[in-house]
């Protein structure tokens, strides 16, 4: 079955997609799913949230959150947990994710994303809190693998292994991020080179437990060069690069997700270019035979 291929949706996208779905002569192309932030709803405008009722009730829709936390030392925040759950029931989501990282100590919130080290001792700390979330959450949930610029020195283990054994000990699933699998394989490695960067990720890629992943998101970067230093940020703000749909192209010959999902939160273009750019991607990655297949099997909607 071929996955959902959806974007990471803007509030501001909301009402055209409406209208648009509403039109007797529809403008912009097909979309199969979104995906939104959930802090953005949870702590929004009621009629924010309203608007996406409608949305919600019209294409199946996965939540991604921000301040889970799931690799926090603190307390789980379980009020804020609740909250997920409950707007999750609101619009009906398939799943939930977050990423395998610590975003807040006690009551302070770092507005990033902070990798955790991979060794048995930060592994037990997830694996607890994922089963916490899991209890709360009462929905499948996937971890989503985040871009760094180094491997912390105490490490034991390798990340495809923290990641293979967190699913082995929790059930949970994984939210395979193309992109970050390049720009850390990249900011990671000796030469500092495309060549030496897909090489690794393909390997990370063959070493995760492929039937687990749940969603892949797939972004752009940007290269930066500083003094002697060259590295990639994961800023969301391109065109995939050949290196990001390549991987997407091997993954998705090893595994069924949900969904694929565009994400763009810089240099963010009109909502039908961004769709054009979805279809792209679907095209390259799908053969069109294997679309008009699935086509017969499944209902698309039609923006």
Not at 99 to 127: A, D, K, R, Y
Request: aromatic letters at 6%; proline letters at 5%.
């Amino acid at each position: 079955m071929i996955p959902h291929f959806g974007l990471a949706l803007k509030n501001t996208y909301i009402e055209e997609i409406l209208l648009d779905l509403d039109s007797v002569e529809p403008k912009l192309q097909r979309i199969d799913s979104v995906e939104v932030i959930a802090e953005n709803f949870i702590r929004g405008k009621e009629s924010l949230r309203k608007s996406f009722d409608q949305l919600s009730a019209k294409l199946p829709t996965s939540i991604h959150c921000l301040t889970l936390s799931p690799g926090g030392i603190s307390p789980l925040d379980k009020a804020h947990a609740i909250k997920v759950r409950d707007f999750a029931d609101r619009v009906n989501a398939t799943h939930i994710t977050d990423h395998l990282c610590f975003s807040s100590f006690e009551e302070i919130e770092s507005n990033s994303l902070l990798p955790v080290p991979f060794t048995s001792e930060s592994l037990q700390n997830v694996v607890r809190r994922i089963d916490q979330i899991q209890e709360i959450l009462k929905r499948p949930f996937g971890l989503e693998n985040t871009s760094y610029f180094f491997h912390f020195p105490d490490n034991e283990m390798s990340e495809a292994d923290f990641i293979s054994e967190l699913v082995r000990k929790t059930g949970c699933s994984i939210l395979l991020d193309v992109n970050n699998v390049i720009v850390s394989s990249f900011n990671t490695s000796q030469s500092k080179t495309y060549e030496e960067a897909l090489g690794k990720a393909l390997r990370f890629i063959q070493s995760i437990p492929a039937d687990q992943i749940i969603e892949i998101h797939v972004a752009g970067h940007t290269l930066r060069q500083k003094q002697s230093l060259t590295y990639l940020i994961d800023n969301h703000g391109a065109w995939p690069q050949d290196e990001v749909l390549v991987l997407l192209k091997e993954i998705l010959l090893r595994c069924k997700p949900k969904s694929v999902i565009l994400e763009r939160d810089q240099n963010v273009p009109p909502l039908k270019e961004l769709i054009d750019e979805l279809i792209m991607i679907k095209e390259f990655v799908i053969p069109k035979e294997s679309q008009a297949e699935n086509l017969k099997r499944v209902d698309v909607i039609t923006l």
